[in-house]
């Protein structure tokens, strides 16, 4: 049995179809909390630690929705993650379409001068971005929120519209 090029072009470009169909799928995939931060603060008393989480407009429960924010001991965390003294634990609260942030201060039991590793788990189809900020200059750092592997998907993405204009091409050319 053989298939015309046309028709082989035809069944790639559906199957290329299916493909990111389901790539997009896995990356929508109904989400838990993930870790959307994940960095190393020195803390000052005179700046303190302040940790901002940016909500979309779609949470779907905005009453219990929240970031849990956990602070370790920065020298214990870098050495085993899985031992590391827990410092803090809070949860910040989300507001629909808002930022809502929260400092820590001395009065957390955060000491002048440690260093700390700030980690926050948020629900990524509802926090869009987290900033940790210690007053450092340049502040801390942005992280996406969404949690999907953009990275990975447009590559394959791209790959796959590169595979159909191809397609099509060659469908074109058998037309002449």
Do not use: H, Q
């Not at 990356?27 to 901002?52: C, H, I, K, P, Q």
């Not at 996406?144 to 791209?158: M, V, Y």
């Amino acid at each position: 049995m053989s298939f015309s090029d046309t028709t082989k072009a035809v069944l790639g470009i559906a199957l290329l179809t299916i493909l990111l169909a389901s790539f997009l799928a896995i990356g929508t995939a109904a989400a838990d909390n993930e870790e959307l931060a994940n960095e190393s603060v020195t803390f000052d008393n005179e700046s303190n630690v302040t940790v901002s989480v940016d909500w979309n407009e779609s949470i779907d429960d905005v009453d219990n929705a929240s970031a849990d924010v956990s602070v370790y001991n920065g020298t214990e965390y870098d050495d085993d993650p899985a031992n590391a003294t827990e410092v803090l634990t809070d949860e910040i609260d989300a507001e629909e379409n808002e930022t809502t942030e929260t400092e820590y201060t001395e009065d957390d039991d955060l000491e002048d001068g440690e260093e700390y590793r700030v980690l926050v788990d948020a629900d990524d189809t509802e926090a869009d971005d987290v900033t940790i900020d210690d007053g450092s200059v340049g502040g801390g750092g942005w992280f996406g929120g969404d949690g999907s592997n953009e990275g990975g998907s447009a590559i394959a993405g791209l790959a796959i519209i590169t595979l159909a204009i191809g397609a099509a091409w060659k469908i074109k050319g058998d037309d002449r």
